[in-house]
């Protein structure tokens, strides 16, 4: 017991609470669990695999990536994982897997590690990915299939594609729009993880009960689209539950690294999130703004986070 | 009076960890060690100017004798723990890489006591400070401030006493022993200081994890006929760093300390349970502050305890007496797990700010690993200053001064509950050190 060099010498605080980034990821991911398995139910064994694939794609990027730029290797914090689930969820149910793979490439090489791996990606990986699959494949990114087409037996895909309620109000296809339960419970054309609102919410829910995320952009987010989208006079239930806003508020939004850390700045950029996400249904060409939106304002987080920052503690003499 | 309720309900402050209490030592009785053969005291005991020793090699001196002074007004005396000879004068290096002298007696067994000593005769403000500077009293929860400074708030008005009994460290219980060991003494300090400083409330602050502490100085409050009312136990939620000066004082009276200032500009006085009652003893006995109560704990005590002890033994002497180690120690600290120091060697000696040997063994020693910040926003939330650790981290390692004053780097009060939460193990109180450092210099 003389030995010196035997005692571990280390700067103060000497415990911890024994989180780790694996947890919160770990967390994400059972969040997740519930929209997973009923985009299982509704669009069937093509969804899952699109799962898989975004999943097990990004996970082997994050891996060569990181062998790569001679860094640590940190596919055990299973954030890979937590992207891939959620590109998969921005999918349409009967995308190529090819260009799921692609996708993943665009998520975690180009947006997350050449900007430095989790915590340095100024974007949404997912977000980014879907905006960038939609603009090189249009239209394999819109065909939406109707949900349980997967038990229509005999019948081609291609009768049984379907738009999504917002794509149906936006081109006056009239088709008849799904009814609020169906929007509820997801049986509804969209991306394979946004239809089912129930789900969604639980695993909001869950979130906001293990403290990994505030409740505060979902709901500044989700109340924003309702309050703008009835002031232009559309139905606030049905704009909340249609597209992508639920996946987007909960899920996309909250992500630690592109959104404000500070509660001020939460507010700020999540109702700028619901606002433009309105905005663009209703004046642009677009049908859905959620992902165009949460990418602006992932860009604009650092100049949010300046607000409030030069806040210094009182100075000087008695303030009683 | 009798049936009143003495507690008061805490203000509101901000932030806080949930830290593990892990106070195994709780019921266990202080016991005393007997001097040790050698000690080695250091001349740097308290916050402030280091002392010059007064004695030198093979000079013979006696217990409670002076051997350390400085002119400094933050400074406070130091006094020999035992009787003895002065074998060295020796350089101490400190965990921060300072070097100190150091006096070193070897006993002469006998703890001959200095003749002469009496109880000092204070009866106004004045010599109250001087008694508390001559009997070297420094802050004994850990800080140690010298406390004559704190007696002396020059032109502030001074309404409250403020005693920390929060003890908000996992493992510690020197000042919980206190309270249920020495509660006479504890009030016996609080109304002299009350009388002669004119002061008009008194506010004792406990965490609610220590029932038992609560209970009897409330008891004790009660029976007592120098009590007006004007004496509260303001019961805090176990939260930690409710025991930090500007957390304790806003709970205690909603009153927020500016940025570099002390309790007295809030007409605050802030006292240790365990500095009090010392200096009750010392108006008493005139014995300066030789020694010290300790919490022997951690995963590597055999026993964990609370053992009183003279200034200037070693981590391992006290280790020995306590029951000594369970498995090999791989890590030692003086003081709690949050903002306590470790230490390179066991020959290190204790001082009188100390109030904890923490012993780890390798599994709790281990180091985690360090990965990046996700930005999750926990250390944010935990900051009682309401900083953003995380953003100075990054300006400290840019070592960007201007985005370091922007933060407020400087109002860090360095509690470790950021880095504490932290998921990704990032060593922020050690960067924003770094940072607040760079702001000195760049100043
Ligand atoms: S707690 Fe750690 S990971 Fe989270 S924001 Fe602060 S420094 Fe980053
Ligand atoms: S920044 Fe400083 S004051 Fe705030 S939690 Fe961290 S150590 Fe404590």
């Known amino acids: 017991m003389n030995n010196k060099e035997l005692l571990l010498v280390s700067p103060s605080p000497h415990i911890s609470s024994g989180a780790a980034t694996s947890g919160i990821m770990l967390d994400v991911i059972i969040a997740l669990l519930p929209a997973a398995a009923a985009a299982g139910l509704i669009f069937g064994y093509q969804a899952l695999i699109l799962m898989l694939v975004c999943v097990g794609s990004c996970v082997v990027f994050e891996f060569i990536s990181r062998i790569v730029m001679k860094r640590k290797q940190t596919i055990g914090d299973l954030s890979a994982v937590v992207t891939g689930l959620l590109l998969a969820f921005n999918l349409p149910a009967t995308l190529n897997p090819v260009y799921a793979v692609i996708g993943s490439a665009v998520a975690i090489i180009v947006v997350k590690q050449m900007f430095g791996g989790i915590g340095h990606n100024f974007a949404n990986p997912a977000i980014t990915a879907r905006v960038v699959l939609m603009l090189s494949f249009p239209v394999a990114m819109t065909t939406w299939v109707k949900p349980f087409f997967y038990q229509v037996s005999g019948s081609s895909i291609d009768a049984q594609t379907t738009a999504t309620p917002l794509g149906i109000i936006k081109e006056g296809t009239g088709e008849a729009l799904p009814s609020l339960w169906d929007m509820f419970i997801g049986t509804r054309g969209g991306s394979l993880g946004e239809t089912c609102a129930a789900a969604l919410l639980l695993g909001g829910l869950y979130l906001v009960i293990r403290r990994v995320i505030s409740p505060i952009i979902p709901l500044c987010f989700i109340g924003t689209v309702a309050l703008f989208s009835w002031i232009f006079g559309q139905e606030p239930i049905f704009s909340v539950l249609s597209g992508g806003v639920l996946l987007g508020a909960i899920f996309m939004a909250t992500d630690y690294t592109t959104s404000p850390i500070t509660r001020q700045g939460k507010v700020i950029f999540a109702i700028l999130c619901g606002l433009i996400t309105v905005l663009i249904r209703t004046f642009a060409a677009l049908p859905e703004g959620v992902s165009f939106s949460i990418l602006f304002m992932n860009i604009l987080v650092p100049l949010i986070e300046r607000i409030g920052r030069g806040k210094k503690q009182k100075k000087g003499e008695k303030k009683a | ?443």
């Open chain 2, 1 to 443: 009076m009798e049936n009143i309720s003495l507690e008061l309900k805490p203000a509101r402050t901000f932030g806080g960890a949930k830290v593990p209490h892990r106070k195994h030592a709780k019921n266990a009785a202080t016991i005393v060690m007997p001097p040790p053969k050698t000690v080695e005291i250091s001349m740097q005991q308290h916050i402030g100017a280091p002392c010059t020793p007064l004695v030198k090699v093979g000079d013979t001196v006696k217990a409670y004798q002076k051997i350390g002074e400085s002119e400094a007004f933050v400074s406070a005396p130091i006094h020999a723990s035992i009787s003895g000879t002065v074998k060295k004068i020796g350089s101490l290096l400190l965990p921060n890489g300072q070097k100190i002298p150091s006096v070193i007696i070897e006993s002469d067994g006998e703890l001959l006591t200095l003749e002469g000593i009496a109880p000092p005769q204070v009866t106004n403000a004045e010599e109250l400070a001087a008694a508390a500077r001559a009997s070297g009293l420094v802050g004994l929860g850990g800080a140690g401030f010298p406390a004559h400074v704190k007696l002396i708030p020059g032109d502030k008005k001074i309404d409250t006493l403020v005693i920390n009994g929060a003890e908000c460290e996992p493992y510690i219980t020197a000042d919980y022993r206190e309270m249920i060991e020495h509660t006479d003494d504890i009030l016996n300090g609080i109304f002299k200081i009350k009388d002669i400083l004119k002061i008009s409330c008194v506010k004792i602050c406990i965490e609610d994890n220590k029932p038992e502490a609560i209970n009897i100085l409330e008891q004790r409050i009660k029976s007592d006929s120098r009590s007006k009312g004007d004496v509260f136990i303001v019961k805090l939620k176990s939260r930690y760093p409710q025991g930090a000066e500007k957390v304790l004082v806003q709970a205690a009276t909603g009153r927020l300390i500016p940025a570099g200032g002390l309790p007295a500009h809030v007409g605050c006085i802030l006292m240790n349970v365990t500095s009090v009652a010392f200096l009750a003893r010392y108006l008493r006995s005139g014995l300066p502050l030789v020694s010290k109560r300790l919490t022997f704990a951690g995963s590597a005590a055999a026993n964990p305890c609370n053992v009183e002890v003279r200034v200037g033994t070693s981590i391992k002497d006290i280790a020995e007496f306590c029951g000594g180690f369970k498995g090999e120690p791989k890590k030692i600290l003086l003081g709690g797990p949050m903002m306590g120091t470790a230490i390179y060697d066991v020959n290190y000696p204790i001082t009188k700010k100390d109030n904890a040997i923490l012993v780890f063994n390798k599994r709790d020693a281990k180091a985690r690993p360090i990965t990046s910040c996700i930005r999750c926003g926990r250390c944010l939330k935990v900051c009682p200053m309401k900083l953003r650790p995380c953003q100075i981290e990054q300006a400290a390692e840019l070592q960007n001064a201007e985005a370091l004053d922007m933060l407020d780097a400087a109002a860090c009060m360095e509690c470790g509950s950021c880095a504490y939460v932290c998921p990704a193990g990032r060593k922020l109180v050690q960067s924003i050190k770094l940072g607040k450092q760079i702001l000195r210099e760049g100043k």
